[in-house]
């Protein structure tokens, strides 16, 4: 046996029945500290990696080794500006750019090396700030909301950012988090949106990511998120008048509680392997709907602790080892499923809940 073989099983081995807090919270702060050299590549996405670790402490309660001065620099420190008001209204987004690298000037011939501010860096960026606290009166929300209408395109979707990319429930999601948590909804036309959501609901029940695509977990989220975020549903859709809803409530409980495989776990699509982050995408949409009671909750805790690591974290799948994106979603995923000791979740923005409710 070689010895990477021989690392991959004594972090991925697990012989506990119950959620390891204390080892998550272990596990969370080393991320903090200092991020592992495999993420290197993930650069671009630092600012997504910190939502995933200070939203992470704060539903753990463990919130008190976060400096959140030094938090709200480092964030405010990604903001793109204008050099001018003018520049508000030139077609580009002046949001939040997702690390340093994507802020480096054009080379010698111009060209531009890097993707400018981003829809989900500037979604990750703004929770961040909810989650400590900070006042927003000191942040340009104005010039993020105006900018951010230059990335809505004709049938609604929106562009990550001005200089292109794809057009798909993501970035509708994005949009919706931004304006949800600076609480102003100029920064989009939210009619267009709903149409462009409306149509992605497949003949399944499922939404994909555009309209005609296969069903998607992740996409389904983000378009029941966002419909609920914007006002165009109801919380527990379920127990109302769900006949008159814009979208097909029924089959949508249908072939969300069809994601729950016999292992106990929820798989993104059909036909594939149960994989914890679905656990929290699904469910959330389950959660919404106001059908969560249907799920087999010790099934689903069943599987997620067989992707827990014995150091912290968890997995995408069982036997592999834990990294930041599946940790998150595991801890939302037991949130959801009201582990005792942590923080409630706000479904819609990934978050605590009195955090999205500023308390």
């Known amino acids: 046996m070689d010895s990477e073989t021989e690392l991959v099983e004594f972090f991925c081995s697990s012989s506990s029945t119950s959620f390891e807090k204390d080892r998550h919270v272990m596990f969370f702060q080393m991320m903090h500290q200092l991020l592992p050299y495999q993420y290197q590549t993930q650069e671009i996405n630092r600012l997504t990696l910190a939502y995933f670790v200070v939203s992470g402490l704060h539903l753990l309660r463990s919130f008190h080794t976060i400096d959140k001065d030094a938090v709200a620099d480092w964030v405010l420190s990604f903001q793109a500006h204008p050099g001018v008001e003018a520049e508000v209204y030139n077609g580009q987004f002046y949001g939040f750019h997702g690390s340093r690298t994507s802020q480096f000037a054009p080379d010698d011939n111009g060209i531009l090396v890097h993707n400018g501010s981003h829809l989900a860096s500037t979604y990750c960026a703004l929770a961040i700030l909810k989650i400590i606290g900070y006042n927003f009166s000191n942040i340009d929300s104005e010039t993020i909301l105006n900018s951010m209408r230059n990335l809505q395109q004709p049938d609604g979707s929106f562009m990550p950012s001005h200089t292109g990319a794809e057009r798909d429930l993501r970035f509708i999601y994005c949009a919706a988090a931004i304006c949800s948590i600076l609480e102003n909804w100029s920064g989009m ?43 165009f549903i109801e919380d527990d859709a379920l127990s109302k008048n769900w006949s008159s809803s814009i979208i097909n409530v029924p089959l949508l409980l249908d072939w969300s ?13 059909t036909n594939k392997d149960s994989d914890t982050c679905y656990a929290f995408w699904i469910g959330a949409v389950l959660r919404i709907l106001g059908g969560h009671k249907f799920i087999e909750e010790k099934s689903l805790r069943g599987f997620l602790l067989t992707c827990q690591s014995e150091f912290g974290g968890f997995s995408k799948f069982p036997g592999q080892l834990p990294d930041l994106y599946h940790s998150y979603y595991g801890l939302t995923t037991f949130s959801l499923l009201e582990e005792p000791d942590l923080n409630t979740l706000c479904v819609e923005l990934g978050i605590a809940y009195y955090a999205a409710a500023g308390i």
């Not at 409306?198 to 939404?207: L, T």
């Not at 983000?222 to 006002?231: D, E, K, N, P, T």
């Open 257 to 269: 509680l069809q994601r729950q495989a016999t292992d106990g776990g929820f798989q993104g699509r």
């Open 189 to 231: 036309d939210k009619e267009k949106a709903k149409e462009y959501i409306v149509n992605c609901q497949s003949y399944d029940g499922g939404f994909g990511l555009i309209p005609g695509s296969e069903s998607h977990g992740g996409a389904t989220y983000c378009a029941v998120a966002s419909l609920r975020l914007m006002g």
